[in-house]
């Protein structure tokens, strides 16, 4: 695998900023906690499925207090159609109970403390950095570690990887909604198996040649 050169990787990033100026993360979330909540049950699931579940959820339980309070089989109740949703479940109410205890009720803008939350790896805290507190971090999900070294945008083979990639050679005009930008394209053009490389707005950019054959 190779990058594309700068002036290029310039080009896609522009493109898909005119394509979509504005990029958001598809998960509902209210504040920063139902924010932290909403990632924490999205590991292994669909955004579609969280969303199921948390419209109602967030609707009664924004805060830690109000989640302690409505205790862990309460929470099943809301998010039992989620994947893995029991352990979900015990991991929300510990955190809930640490941002109580440790953190005045507040999520913590540090990556170091909001890793040491139960069900919260670095993906999860560099979601809530960037969605949540609007710092340029880079979340690398599935979609991201496929689609950014299919195109040209990193060589990394783990997200940590494909993290530094990202963060080294993105411009910094883009960086704070780059993640955004590359999940979106992954998820609804640039594809696992199908990529719909007809519709692609980079398809002349691509490394396609030697990346997807």
Known sequence: MRLLPADKIY?????????????????YWKNVYTLLVAVVLSAQATDTGVNKATAPLFEHIDTPEKMLQLGEEGLKEYIHSINLYP???????????????????????????LESLPGVGR?????VLNVGFGEPAIAVDTHILRTAPRIGLSNGTTPLE???????????????????????????????????CTECLINDLCLKNGILQ
Do not use: M
């Open 11 to 27: 080009t896609v990033y522009k493109r898909l900023q005119q394509e979509n100026p504005n990029p958001k993360s598809e998960l």
């Open 87 to 113: 352990t979900k479940a015990k991991r929300i109410i510990a955190l809930s109970k640490i941002l109580v205890e440790e953190h005045h009720s507040a999520v913590p803008h540090d990556r170091t403390a």
């Open 123 to 127: 993906k999860t805290a560099n979601v």
């Open 162 to 196: 494909v993290e530094a990639d990202l963060l080294r050679i993105t411009p910094k005009e883009f960086i704070l909604d780059a993640h955004h930008w590359i999940l979106l394209h992954g998820r609804y053009v640039c594809k696992a198996r199908t990529p719909n």
